[in-house]
């Protein structure tokens, strides 16, 4: 994006909104103020993304990558609460004072099993590591600790009256950060939050996205020689096998909307023991809470049906809930008009080039990056994709996202082809657009009060003044992995 181009986008937009001049221009200073501190904050934002995927740590075990952005938050003069929400890895920072209260939102767990090296095949990294950020969130911290930094910056040298909170969320893939952040109360009191995503298409998607919940029924049943003396066993596994096909069994009985998937991490150690202790992990997923709800209440009948049926005992534990993304108008107006003004993303030749060797290794169409920005949806678009803990937050203050192109078209998400991608410059390229998009809107959220009241209005509305409900029970404490022997958190003290 250049100066030029901004400049003549700004104009366009003093035409669309017909502001009066003096507020229009005030307006317009601000937002170019902060697309350069953006630039001026590209070394930090690409330092961010690369040390990120670099560390490439797990959901709640994200130590070292916390630590980082935080140091560089208190160092940009913010106040930082950490360890929220009883998550080590979870933070708070803040900067200004006063209203509104702008909430932006920094993701950065990797996922495990899809580490690669920023090439277009698939090639091992050399330093071992296995897990990847496959869904970019190295990117989603840095372009908002980016776009909070810039923001920051404009706030102090204008003397802005406004609060810019930035929310460290940790355990993003696994639905847990801002589901135990919510019940805390940590997103209490935001006029509005900003939201993005990496993504293979740049633009706001009118769509709410999935509800959802994660549990595990754990099998308790009797071991015993599989050959030697197998009556006296009881088959934990049977119990998981039992439970699994009757779930595939109800899959042609439900709503086309369900989506229900698992895996079998504890299945026994060895054939010849019958598997005293076996546990399964289930995604189930449905357009809302409610038909949520209705699955589950399904599934956990199939779990009973099979404990029974194979002598064992079970147990159900809940590990997270997330509700469907409840959508926000006026920001995500805002958002597209932000968006459209910085201009899609400008990958060069070379970047276009890795594109297409992934896609020729894949078999996919060689469309390289499809940076071009589409428009918001008037209706709502149909629903597809997974479900975010960003719609808790959703739930608690007027929230909006959007997509930024991060990856080559047509790859599969959550792979090693997308993690290669996030590793690359083209991922960098990416995140100073995503940071100039955050700073703009939030230029707009903390000048333009009509704004503020129109979101707020959009929220009131949508949530009927209904108090928001944790999807998970009030006195549950976030799956930290802990230490056997001292109860620490596991890799808690690594910066
Ligand atoms: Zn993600």
């Known amino acids: 994006m250049t100066l030029g181009r901004f400049t003549i986008a700004i104009c366009g937009l003093v035409f669309f909104l017909g502001v009066s001049p003096g507020f229009a221009s005030r307006f317009d200073a601000l937002r170019l103020q902060a697309l350069i501190e953006v630039d001026e904050t590209r070394e930090t934002i690409d330092r961010i993304a690369t ?15 916390a630590g980082f952005l935080i140091d ?17 890895t979870a933070f708070v920072a803040e900067f200004g004072q006063g209203e509104p209260v702008i909430g932006m939102l920094a993701e950065y767990d990797a996922l495990p099993g899809v580490g690669n090296a920023a090439v277009p095949r698939r090639q091992a990294r050399t330093d071992g590591v296995s897990s990847g950020h496959g869904c970019g969130h190295n990117l989603f911290a840095a372009a ?28 993003e893939e696994t639905l847990v950060g801002k589901v135990y952040m919510a019940k805390a109360g940590v997103f209490d009191n935001l006029d509005a939050v900003i939201d993005w995503h990496p993504s293979t298409r ?10 959802m919940n ?73 357009v809302n809470r409610e038909e949520v709800g209705k699955f589950y209440e399904r599934i956990l009948k199939i ?50 080039q890795f594109a297409r060797s992934l896609q020729d290794h894949l078999g996919v169409e060689r469309k390289g990056y499809d940076a071009e920005i589409k428009p918001l949806s008037d209706s709502l678009e149909p629903v597809e994709g997974g479900s975010t803990d960003v719609a808790e937050v959703s ?31 083209a991922g960098t390229r990416a995140a100073v657009v995503a940071a100039k998009v955050i700073a703009a809107t939030g230029v707009d959220l903390l000048v333009d009060a009509d704004l503020i009241a129109r979101a707020r209005k959009s929220f009131r509305d949508a949530t009927e003044g209904k108090p928001y409900v944790s999807p998970i029970p009030a006195d549950q404490a976030p799956p930290v992995p802990r230490s056997e022997t001292d109860g620490r958190p596991i890799g808690s003290g690594l910066r």
């Open 303 to 352: 779990a009973e049906a099979a404990a029974m049926a194979t002598e064992t005992t079970h147990k159900v534990t809940l590990i997270s809930g997330v509700h469907e993304y409840l959508l926000n108008r006026p920001i995500q107006e805002a958002l597209q008009k932000a968006l459209e003004l910085v201009g899609p993303v400008e990958f060069t030749e070379e970047e276009q």
């Open 395 to 425: 739930y608690l203050a007027p929230t909006a996202g959007f997509q930024l192109t991060t990856a080559a078209a047509g790859v599969p998400w959550h792979s090693w082809a997308t993690t290669a991608c996030h590793g690359s410059s």
């Open 144 to 171: 908002s600790v980016g776009g909070a930094v810039a923001l920051s910056r404009v706030l102090s040298r204008e003397s802005l009256p406004g609060t810019i909170r930035l929310f460290g969320t940790p355990a």
């Open 202 to 211: 740049t633009g706001v998607r009118n769509q709410p996205g999935r509800a």
């Open 72 to 88: 560089i938050l208190e160092a940009s003069g913010f106040r930082v609460t950490h360890g929220v929400a009883d998550m080590p």
């Open 214 to 286: 994660s549990f595990e029924v754990e099998f308790f049943g009797q071991a015993a020689h599989s050959s030697a003396d197998p009556w006296n066993g009881r088959s934990a596994l049977d119990a998981v096998e039992l439970m699994n096909h009757g779930v595939n069994m109800m899959r042609e009985h439900v709503n086309p909307t369900a989506r229900i998937h698992y895996v079998i991490p504890s299945g026994g150690e060895a054939p010849n023991v019958v598997p005293e202790y076996a546990r399964v992990w289930y995604y189930v997923r449905g």
């Open 51 to 65: 040390t990120l995927w670099d560390y490439s740590e797990t959901a709640l075990l994200e130590h070292r990558s």
